[in-house]
């Protein structure tokens, strides 16, 4: 009964990445961008500089994809729970696949990289011979958050000993 109550999480996160144009905003950005692109496809093709006409569908063509990979990249998620018995660190990727890392909280140290102009570079957890990277999506506001949080949730169960 101690044990189960000992694995009660006294921290859990799930970290993703930020995307600031959602699918409306996506699809009014495509139909801007396609109402500058077909009117200099129509001027080019009919004045007979298909070349340029086809730099033009190109270029759209390339907008459309960079979105969609963006969007796609945007399914990467991580888990990260703590509790007395274990920190575990699961890994999402945009295809499904998951990567699992899990630590001994009385052993596992955290460690953060800093630039004093930019704030957080890195995070990362280590213990055990292994390192597990942290949030490497996040944005330096969301990583200032998340290391202070993480911390206190490390020190919470370090003191319940």
């Given amino acids: 009964m101690t044990e189960a109550l000992d694995d009660r999480p006294v921290f859990s996160a799930e970290l993703f990445p930020h995307r600031s144009l959602g699918r409306k905003g996506f699809r009014v950005l495509l139909m801007l961008a396609a109402l500058g692109f077909v009117p200099n496809v129509l001027y080019f093709t009919v004045h ?22 963006s969007y796609r990249s945007a399914l990467e998620r991580e888990h990260v ?48 011979g292994r390192r597990t990277e942290i949030g490497a999506f996040l944005n ?12 206190q949730a490390l020190a919470t169960v370090k003191q319940r000993i």
């Fill in 48 to 69: 007979g500089a298909w070349p340029i006409a086809l730099y033009c569908l190109a270029a759209f063509a390339g907008l459309y994809a960079a979105f969609r990979l």
């Fill in 140 to 151: 330096p506001d969301d990583r200032e958050s998340f290391a202070r949080a993480f911390r």
């Fill in 81 to 128: 729970r703590v509790s007395r018995l274990e920190i575990s660190v699961t890994k999402v990727t945009p295809a499904g696949k998951r990567l699992e890392a899990h630590y001994n909280p009385f052993w596992a140290r955290f460690t953060v990289d800093r630039h004093d102009e930019f704030g957080i570079t890195q995070m990362a957890l280590a213990g055990e």
